[in-house]
């Protein structure tokens, strides 16, 4: 597959990891570095095919292993350059918990509103996906990232410039790739395409 564009303007490629055992059974899984299970390396080397033809100027990968492992499987390990700012939300207490564990002790609970006690805060991954994005700037070729899904919807968010809470909008599979761009130039950031898994 290719992802042609007739904008000459780059690109960033911001793909979520593959699926892990907690990601099936809907843990929220942080700073625990959990393997990718078979399917998850599967769906991996399918993202090599999806890639293969793009030309990347920079890869990028969170450090944690289920992102560097579908890095590598999609091809683009000998390339990659780690950054601990794309590492998944701090959940804090929550660690290993699902949504509806938590929400029996928290009904009203909400990830991109109240954060995790004991973790991060929505400003402090934020903060993290804004230091991120003046790392890369100015962009002047395709990027891929490789990371994942709660901090992949925060910085979709931050690219747009929108507010931490808006990133709940922004639902992204295991093993999608969003691609983030421009219109008309530099100052106009939008969103190409969202959570592609074909």
Excluded at 20 to 34: N, P
Excluded at 131 to 147: E, M, N, Q, Y
Aim: glycine content about 8%; charged content about 25%.
């Amino acid at each position: 597959m290719t992802f042609p564009s007739s904008n000459p303007l780059p690109r960033l490629f911001l793909i979520r990891h593959g699926d892990t055992d907690w990601t099936d059974s809907h843990k929220h899984t942080g700073l625990t570095d959990i393997q990718l299970n078979s399917h998850g390396e599967d769906r991996a080397r399918q993202l090599g095919a999806r890639l293969q033809h793009e030309n990347f100027s920079r890869v990028i990968t969170s450090p944690l292993v289920r992102a560097e492992r579908t890095c590598e499987l999609s091809g683009f390990a000998t390339r990659a350059e780690r950054n601990a700012d794309l590492v998944e939300w701090d959940y804090g207490d929550y660690e290993g918990l699902t949504t509806d564990q938590i929400k029996r002790e928290r009904p009203d609970w909400e990830l991109f509103r109240d954060g995790a006690p004991g973790g991060e805060s929505p400003q402090q991954v934020a903060a993290r996906a804004d230091r991120f994005l003046k790392s890369i700037h100015p962009i002047t070729g395709d990027i891929a990232v490789f990371s994942s899904g709660h901090f992949s919807r925060m910085f979709v968010a931050r690219w747009l410039g929108l507010a931490p809470i808006i990133a709940r909008c922004f639902y992204n599979e295991p093993a999608s790739i969003g691609i983030l761009g421009f219109e008309h130039n530099l100052s106009e950031p939008v969103i190409l395409l969202w959570n592609e898994t074909q």
